[in-house]
């Protein structure tokens, strides 16, 4: 929620720039969820097949974050 929260706030910004923070905050929250897979593969939540996926989908999320930042500017 918290990546998707933020472009959602972010987009009421007034300025590109400003806009371009939340993006920036939202791409850090992709990374803390990165972090979460690998305490749900410890608790045995979610299997290694299953981290790895979802890792590799946060990890596109992140270059897609970066390139719509990129493209304000």
Known sequence: MSITNNIAEGSGS???????????????????CANILYIF??????????KSTLY???????????NFRKSLS
């Open 14 to 32: 007034f300025s590109n720039k400003e806009f371009g923070n939340f993006l920036n905050i939202a791409r850090r929250s992709v990374f803390e």
């Open 41 to 50: 593969v410890r608790r045995k939540v979610i299997s290694s097949e299953e």
């Open 56 to 66: 590799s989908r946060l990890l596109i999320f992140s270059k897609k974050i970066t």
